[in-house]
């Protein structure tokens, strides 16, 4: 019901910046929170940053400082303005959307991801 189209990533050198972008469409109506996961090669997928539609966010510690969330409701997107970047930062990058239907039940979407790569 909801779709997610991800944009942005790339190569970029060790302190490098590069900003995601991801597009929600369908249903996006309802949308409680979208967020940034990634997930390098052989590790789980963990969570970078989330942020609701009242604008509270939350950030991976390893994160925290350098990246930073945002969101425009008006469009559906979210973004993520990656700076300082190190190479442990090299993954997929996944972005997800909640969109809750009643109170504490809700739904999971996930776009199919984008690569960032951060050379040394």
């Known amino acids: 019901q909801v779709q997610l189209v991800e944009s942005g990533g790339g190569l970029v050198q060790a302190g490098g910046s590069l900003r995601l972008s991801c597009a929600a469409s369908?249903?996006?109506?309802?949308?409680?929170?979208m967020a940034w996961y990634r997930q390098a090669p052989g590790k789980q997928r963990d969570l970078v940053a989330s942020?609701?539609?009242?604008?509270?966010?939350n950030y991976a510690d390893s994160v925290k400082g350098r990246f930073t969330i945002s969101r425009d409701n008006a469009k559906n997107t979210v973004y993520l303005q990656m700076n300082s970047l190190k190479p442990d930062d090299t993954a997929v990058y996944y972005c997800?959307?909640?969109?809750?239907?009643?109170?504490?039940?809700?739904?999971?979407?996930w776009g199919q991801g984008t690569q960032v790569t951060v050379s040394s």
């Open positions: 997800n959307a909640v969109r809750m239907r009643e109170p504490g039940i809700g739904n999971s979407y």
């Open positions: 369908g249903n996006t109506f309802s949308i409680y929170a």
């Open positions: 942020i609701s539609t009242a604008g509270a966010t």
